[in-house]
């Protein structure tokens, strides 16, 4: 396997650093690759974390990853695991990269663009060619809880099958986005990427990073590059979702979150007038479904996104 100008034996681990630009201060940006190859030839996973620089679960389940002892133990095929795709984000705080573009709406990216379109194309071009499977590492928005969960492309049936082998909580298919890196992966390079989102960004969630780490184990377990067998887990599979979003500003507390069942007429949370004056408004599920994420802010606006309700339970 070659990264860059570097030659990965089998057997061998090796950290490659691929450049993608210059901070204004003259610092050299590089994304830390983590390539963990085996005696035995065998798949090739892509475990990637930071897409967005301030999702913080899915770079420490990566980091987790590399330094336990899993990608250490493997008996056949390759592992690349990259941490913090998104440097720039991440040394902001910040989802995007500094011009506000969104690393995952710019694949495939161009050598020569803007930030976000040269750390696209760093993947597209010198890791996407040589993996056969991704797993995409993601955590929620500021004050936006997601229940750990899987996201797959409607219709692919390897990612489908895929989601299923990973066994998170929850997994539910939508249509991939233009320009995202799931989109790119099975467009251009075959490969059926998982996207997981856990916890919400800049705080730790540890049930996330838990079923991240057991999912990932599960994957590899399935591939048979682990010397133990694989451990099927059963998840609650979904392929419909929508948000219920804020009537009116105010203050907001929630009574349900996410990882709860809710019932059709049962109040969610409710919304109440800062000056006093105006009742609470409470917030009512239209039909039984199962909560993949809520919102953790307490102050509102209208039309906010409150709760993430899902439908459609398979069988
Ligand atoms: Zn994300």
Redesign the pocket.
């Known amino acids: 396997m070659k990264i860059l100008t570097e030659e990965i034996a089998l057997g061998q681990n090796q950290t490659i650093k691929i450049p993608v630009g210059q901070l204004p201060s003259g610092n050299l940006i590089n994304i830390y690759t983590h390539v963990f190859r085996a005696s035995e030839p065998g798949p090739t996973i892509l475990i990637l974390g930071g897409?967005?620089g301030d999702?913080i679960n899915?770079m420490e389940i990566v980091r987790q990853a590399i330094q336990s002892d899993m990608l250490n133990q493997l008996v056949r095929g390759t592992v690349i695991a990259i941490p913090v795709l998104n440097v720039y984000g991440f040394i902001n705080f910040s989802?995007e990269v500094p011009d506000g573009k969104d690393v995952?709406r710019s694949f495939p990216g161009t050598k020569t663009g803007s930030l976000a379109a040269r750390v696209a194309f760093g993947i597209h071009k010198h890791i996407l060619p040589l993996v056969d499977v991704g797993l995409d590492f993601?955590?929620g928005g500021r004050n936006n809880y997601n229940y750990p969960q899987i996201r797959y492309t409607e219709g692919d049936e390897a990612a489908a099958e895929l989601a299923r082998v990973f066994g998170a909580p929850v997994s539910i298919s939508y249509k991939s986005i233009r320009k995202s890196l799931r989109r790119v992966a099975r467009d251009k390079h075959q490969v059926p990427l998982l996207v997981f989102e856990g916890g919400e960004a800049q705080r730790y969630d540890g049930l996330s990073i838990q079923h991240g780490l057991a999912g990932i184990r599960r994957v590899l377990q399935h591939h048979e590059m682990l010397d133990e067998p694989f451990q099927a887990e059963k998840g609650l599979y979904f392929d419909h979702s929508s948000w219920v979003r804020a009537p009116r500003g105010g203050l907001f507390q929630w009574m349900k979150s996410s990882g709860s069942w809710v019932k059709r007429g049962e109040p969610l949370g409710f919304i109440s007038d800062p000056q006093g004056i105006k009742d609470s408004r409470f917030i009512h599920a239209r039909a039984d479904a199962f909560m993949i994420a809520h919102n953790n802010t307490p102050v509102v606006s209208m039309g906010d996104a409150l709760f993430h309700l899902a439908y459609n339970l398979e069988a």
């Open positions: 897409v967005h999702e899915g989802r995952n993601h955590t």
